[in-house]
């Protein structure tokens, strides 16, 4: 399975001077540069965040090249912005890790491991990787993975929580089985009412309640919903899910169950701390409030809100005037699929449409791509705009609720022509 | 280097290619890269030494790294209770009524320093010595602040939360054997995969022996 990667039609290395690069907020001892230079004399120590207390050391965990560490126990690494220009599916050294519960699985014998189906179903499954590979049909899919905190670090007001740039996403190629497929074979009861995964992480203090998350029977009977054992082509990182990881493309990466060895058909609605009481949105069709106002009813977070963001240039940097500047980026939703990307170079004054790049499904990251020829001495105002297939467009204001979720204002990148 | 990183992978993959012509039987061998373990990297920094932070380590960092804390936009001390009554009561943490004021005022406190200044690795300019001071008085002292709670008073790793954890705080009673370097990096660095922090930002180097140096009296 090969990774593809958005041609790259123009080398737009010239366009854009490596001075405005180098304001990408890339530290390397009080100079600047723009990635992540592994192995080289100038590897950079941090990069800085756009927001309060938003430096973040890089540091190579297991499997990954040095990223952008949050927090170290439990490890929670975000992807560096530019890895998003550099190819559609992001590599998987270099995908982003959320962990809950600090004891993660870093070891395991696939001799010893098991996936069990159970609870609500005729047959109870115990199945091993193997089994799961050969007795069930393999299925392969391109979906985005993101955080339901990702760019949390934005909000204003600022909230508590893990403080997200917009690294905490991840385009990848997922192989495995259809979920369906295995229920199917186990039998779900009628009385079946939800389905509760649950991976091999373990909380330090047995009285933490365990990651498990629960999703409705019908939601995860579709067709696109698979028990991952591959992303991009290889065994997925044990920082990411190793061995098996739940897949259901359009949810926020929650749901995602990761290290997945248990799956219990449930005959009631779940009522587990990680539903009832955490990972909750304001309930109106919003997901938001005002800041300050009180949190009234609520629902489980679910479906990713659509955002599309510019890759190839960062916000403060310069560009050189008098050439077509190519702009580059990336747009997804929840699985309607992208219809289209608008570009603004004046803050939104005026919209011209961008031209949508390869379609990798209507789970993956769509490139897309515009042109405009700077004028020296002007300051623009670059923003991206995507609509979906059903008509569902970024925000013009952002939305704020108390836990930092579902931000997709239209992000601005300000740069000056030279 | 990313380029360079590539040019390795395709390397890589001539080179199982090129095996398995050689020889089919070595291309699964050559695809068995996958490591069978991992292991993960310690907090590169802990609570800065201020009132409270001895509180602050034994309850915080049991479940997680203090970078939780210096990530954290400024909020309000009324936040900073909300959250420590969070992990109290949500989260099960362990720790009694009468010190959540002096963990929300510490966290609070914290919250106002700019973590550049936070994020400077304390400097032990005591240097390392290959074996502990006999100074297991100090080190008692030391103990029953920061080590008690987990490993308990007489080492057993019965402390009121060392036996809920998972996997439980280690018995120091059955150390005899180890060497000291072992301790000594276990004590520094913590041990990853359980609730072991690192001390080496609360304790300087001298304290760490000195609370070696109590230890090895547990065994005896």
Partial sequence: ?418 | MIRQAQGIKTFRVYAIVLLALLHPLNLERALAEFPETIILPSPPLTFQTAPGSEIASSYCLICHSAEYVYIQPPHSRATWEEIVKKMKHAFGCPIPDKHIPTVVDYLFNQNTIQPTTQLKKRRNNTPPITRPNENPINGKVLYKTYCINCHGSEGKGDGPIGQSLIPPAADLTATADKPDRALLKVIRHGRPGTAMPSWKGNLSDSEIHEVLSYVRTLSQ
Wanted: proline share 6%; hydrophobic share 40%; charged share 20%.
């Fill in chain 1, 1 to 418: 399975m090969e990774n593809k990667q958005i041609p790259n039609h123009v080398n737009d290395s010239n366009a854009l001077t490596r001075r405005g690069f180098l304001k990408a907020g890339i530290m390397l001892g009080g100079s600047a540069i723009f990635g992540t230079r592994i192995g080289s004399a100038e590897t950079p120590s941090a990069i800085t965040l756009p927001f309060d207390r938003g430096r973040r050391p890089l540091i190579a965990f297991p499997q990954k090249r040095p990223l952008m560490v949050m927090t170290t126990r439990p490890p929670q690494l975000e992807t560096p912005f530019h890895v998003f220009n550099e190819s559609i599916f992001t590599p998987n050294d270099a995908f982003f890790v959320r962990w809950h519960l600090a004891n993660i699985p870093t070891h395991i014998d696939l001799n010893e491991f098991r996936l069990t189906i159970r609870g609500q179903v005729k047959t109870k499954l115990t199945l091993s990787l193997d089994t799961l590979k050969n007795d069930f049909e393999p299925v392969e899919m391109a979906a985005v993975c993101q955080c339901g905190g990702n760019s949390r670090g934005f909000f204003e007001p600022r909230v508590p929580g893990g403080q997200w740039g917009h690294g905490a996403m991840g385009n990848a190629k997922w192989t495995g089985v259809r979920l369906k497929d295995l229920l199917e074979k186990a039998g779900v009861k009628d009385d079946a009412v939800q389905v509760r995964f649950d991976g091999l992480d373990k909380a330090v203090a047995d009285v933490t309640p365990d990651f498990r998350k629960s999703l409705n029977v019908e939601e995860v009977l579709r067709q696109e919903v698979m028990v991952a054992y591959a992303m991009n082509g290889e065994p997925l990182p044990y920082l990411n899910g190793y061995p098996l990881r739940l897949v259901i493309p359009g949810w926020y990466a929650s749901y995602w169950i990761k290290a997945l060895n248990d799956i219990e058909v449930l005959n009631a609605i779940d009522q587990d701390f990680w539903m009832k009481q955490a990972y909750r949105l304001p309930a109106d069709p919003c997901g938001c409030i005002e800041p300050g106002q009180k949190l009234r009813a609520t629902v489980p977070i679910n479906k990713m809100t659509v955002r599309s963001f510019i890759t190839n240039v960062q916000d403060n940097a310069t560009v050189k005037s008098g050439h077509p500047v190519t702009l580059k980026g990336i747009a997804f939703d929840q699985g309607y699929g992208i219809d289209q990307v608008l570009f603004s170079i004046n803050g939104g004054k005026q919209w011209q449409q961008s031209t949508l790049g390869e379609d990798y499904g209507n789970f993956s990251f769509r490139p897309w791509e515009a042109r405009f020829t700077p004028i020296a001495g002007t300051t623009y105002h670059l923003q991206c705009l995507a609509i979906n297939r059903i008509g569902e467009s970024q925000r013009w204001n952002a939305r704020w609720n108390p836990s930092g979720y579902l931000r997709n204002v239209i992000e601005t990148v300000s740069v000056k022509a030279v």
